[in-house]
């Protein structure tokens, strides 16, 4: 009986005296300082600000790349819609310098108008629509957006240059569109259907 006393009486105090060490080195232990936890907070508070900065610029990087692309694409679907129109055109009516009107089966008119929907545009495009109405139609449909210039000469048999409807050959047609000051183009020459050119 003395001996299980005496060892449980040692017991505790062995466990009393590690509980008295573990105390102690918890207290011992410090937290951060407040100026530590303020550098923290800073650097983060500037590496948040750099990959915000990195990601804006990434954004915008990709948004100019797809409104050049946007554009090219436009100017692109016009220049082979007018073609197409004009390949298959008899004759012209009127020589315009920014209204093409064709002869097929019906009479097809192109020109450029007001984009009325230009602040909708999801990329910062400016620029006009190119329209397409026949003759049988009441409203006009637009075929691309952000074309800045129509310019159209006429050609005839020969290649030169000519104002006379009756003598026309060949349309030559620039259409032009601009992002950031730098112009693009699409430049084409079309004959019409069943003449002799060149």
């Known amino acids: 009986m003395g001996r299980k006393s ?6 505790c105090v062995e466990m009393g005296t590690m509980n008295k060490g573990c105390s102690r080195k918890f207290k011992t232990q410090q937290g951060f300082t407040l100026a530590e936890v303020l550098v923290v907070l800073s650097l983060l508070s500037l590496l948040s600000v750099f990959f915000l900065r ?18 090219e694409d436009n100017l692109m679907i016009a220049a082979s819609l007018l073609a197409e129109d004009i390949s298959k055109s008899t004759a012209v009516l009127g020589c315009e310098s920014q209204q093409l009107v064709l002869q097929q089966t019906k009479i097809i008119y192109y020109n450029l108008g007001e984009d009325q929907q ?20 009441q409203s006009r ?7 800045s210039n129509l310019l159209l000469t006429y050609l005839d048999k020969d290649g030169e240059y000519t104002t006379d409807a009756d003598r026309v050959c060949a349309v030559e047609f620039v259409l032009e569109g601009c992002w950031r000051e730098k112009v693009f183009q699409q430049r084409q020459i079309v004959r019409l259907k069943g003449v002799d050119y060149l």
Do not use: D, W
């Open 6 to 11: 005496g060892s449980s009486i040692m017991r």
């Open 54 to 71: 990195c990601f804006f610029f990434v954004a915008e990087q990709r948004q100019q790349h797809n409104a050049r692309l946007e554009l």
């Open 118 to 137: 230009a602040s909708a545009h999801v990329y910062p495009l400016e620029g006009k629509i190119l329209y397409r109405r026949e003759h049988t139609q």
């Open 141 to 147: 449909q637009p075929m691309a957006n952000f074309i």
